[in-house]
């Protein structure tokens, strides 16, 4: 039977910026936080802590000991960038925010000619891979994973602009720049995946509490394109994912997923998926039936609205959703005015009127 206190039935996620971090805690984002066994374990356990006291209120968090572990990536972020960084994109670390990828703009002549990233003989994976080793080594064991960003994602940060030209005038092009991100993004997955057993904490903390072993794939800059286009030129490479992937979940956190739900149901076996705040919830509802919906709320209008606006918009988001073991709740990336307590109070007090609704094991 499902516990109504418990944060895995109508989980609440709440997902603080970088420059939350630093500026309130001293976590900073340098190369090391991600690179550096020492480091990791550092931060890794002083994040832990602050959230467990910080949110020890509303009941989310809570460890019952808060040791150090053998985390592998920054799993209270939100940062996609080491599949853009392994194809040799420059990424720029800082101390208050997450890493920044630009753009690597290859030519025409690289894109005819890219291939998927040999992780062994890549400096950035190696970096990577000594770390875990290190922590392996010293634990026995690692946990956590790390961010891998998504097949569009990615693919923008290779190309540049030119990619949504080429979208149109030289598909192939297109095509075989999103096949070589699509394979090393299986390599990478089952890489971490071997060693960790999840992939996508990193990618939504809601994952934590719905469906550790779940695969989610970061498809925010999809609303760049048109449906048709979606169907037409990167469905495929969904389909590749899932039947790789299992269970698969899809990250949309633009405020448009009901216009692209009739493509995403035709991906196979997704169980999760992640609702842009903005979205219409009902009809996203009717078209995806089976999934978990992890509803997204806009950190902005958190920082801004009234508690009593946030509750009611909280309830009805829940509401629209329509079944209660199929939903949950988040707000990813709040930043200092995006937080006070008084609106998470009444996002968490939505949740546990709904929760209290049904009775337990309903």
């Known amino acids: 039977m499902t516990k109504l206190d418990s944060n895995t039935f109508v989980p ?8 939350w971090w630093y500026k309130n805690h001293g976590v900073t984002f340098k190369q090391d936080f ?3 066994p020492d480091t990791r374990l550092e931060a890794d356990l002083e994040m832990r802590k602050v959230l467990d006291d910080y949110l ?12 150090p572990r053998p985390s592998v990536g920054g799993v209270h972020l939100a940062a996609g960038y080491i599949i853009s960084q392994m194809f040799g994109c420059n990424v720029k ?19 005819d000619n890219i291939t998927p990233v040999e992780l062994e ?56 720049i999103f096949d070589a991100v699509t394979t090393t993004i299986i390599d990478f997955l ?41 169907k037409d030129m990167l469905l495929e ?25 009739d493509n995403y149901a035709k991906v196979p076996n997704v169980s999760f998926y992640d609702v842009g705040w903005g979205s219409d919830i009902e009809v996203c509802r009717e078209k995806l039936p089976e999934a978990f919906f992890n509803l997204r709320y806009d950190p902005k ?27 949950g709740f988040c707000c990813i990336n709040m930043m200092d005015g995006d937080a006070p307590k008084e609106n998470l109070s009444a996002a968490v007090e939505a949740v546990r009127e709904y929760r209290n609704r049904f009775s337990e094991g309903s």
């Open 237 to 261: 490479y969904d389909e590749r994912l899932s039947r790789n992937f299992q269970p698969y979940g899809i990250h949309h956190d633009g405020d448009d997923l009901h216009v692209y739900a």
């Open 93 to 111: 670390y800082s101390k208050g925010r997450a890493p920044q990828v630009h753009p690597r703009k290859i030519s025409d002549e690289e894109a």
């Open 56 to 67: 020890e209120e509303f009941g989310l968090e809570q460890e019952e000991e808060i040791e």
């Open 301 to 327: 209008k958190m920082g801004q609205a009234s508690p009593e606006e946030v509750k009611s918009d909280v309830s009805k988001m829940l509401r629209q959703s329509g079944d209660p073991h199929k939903t």
């Open 34 to 36: 991600f690179f550096d």
């Open 121 to 176: 003989n890549n400096p950035v994976f190696n970096r990577l891979d000594k770390m875990v080793r290190k922590l392996k080594d010293r634990f026995g064991y690692v946990v956590g994973d790390i961010n891998w960003g998504g097949v569009l994602n990615v693919a923008l940060d290779i190309r540049g602009s030119k990619l949504l030209l080429d979208l149109n005038r030289n598909p192939d092009r297109a095509n075989r």
């Open 12 to 19: 609440i996620t709440f997902v603080f910026h970088p420059d």
């Open 190 to 230: 089952s890489y971490i995946k071997e060693n960790t057993g999840t992939t996508s904490i990193s990618v939504n903390r809601a994952v934590k509490f719905v469906k550790p072993e779940l695969n989610l794939h970061s498809n925010c800059s999809v609303t760049m394109i048109s449906p048709d286009t979606y």
